[in-house]
């Protein structure tokens, strides 16, 4: 490949690794910025971030974990598909399995966010090091037969 196939090659790596280092960013900043619109707190008796408002990843989880063990205690430790279909207590087990899953979601944005920054980051490396290997000058080699006796 040639210098500037590489030049071109690396400039549009390091650009696409800017790109996702933002957007994981921006994504990051969002998530955080709605959680904390919502003006949760983390339950006393959470095992872990008590009291913390919900604005990431660790108290987004620690939320979660506390509203499943408050559920399970209103429903004798009974999920919402082991409750009967005319138990009133099923109400209660699915507006916590909904909030436990839009928390996770949560959760999840925060991790793909900060991968997108990481492989962004990887991506603008990788870009650092193609365009410095593309301009090491390289001394042409002649293979020819007489440079090798042996051969001849």
């Given at each position: ?40 707190t ?41 409750l ?38 990887c ?30």
């Amino acid at each position: 490949m040639g210098r500037g196939r590489t030049k071109t090659l690396s400039t549009i790596i390091a650009v696409i690794g800017i790109v996702m280092i933002v957007a994981g960013g921006v994504t990051y900043w969002l998530v955080h910025d709605q959680l904390k619109a919502a003006r949760i707190t983390v339950a006393e008796d959470a095992d872990f971030l008590a009291g913390d408002t919900v604005d990431g990843p660790f108290s987004a989880y620690a939320q979660a974990q506390v509203i499943e063990k408050h559920a399970l205690e209103a429903t004798d430790g009974l999920t919402y598909a082991e409750l009967p279909r005319d138990d009133p207590r099923r109400e209660v087990a699915m507006s916590a399995s909904f909030l436990r899953a839009s928390l996770f979601t949560s959760v999840v944005a925060f991790g793909v966010a900060a991968m997108a920054m990481g492989v962004g980051l990887c991506l603008v490396l990788i870009a650092a090091a193609l365009s410095s290997a593309s301009r090491t000058a390289v001394a042409p080699v002649d293979l020819r037969a007489t440079d090798y006796p042996e051969r001849a």
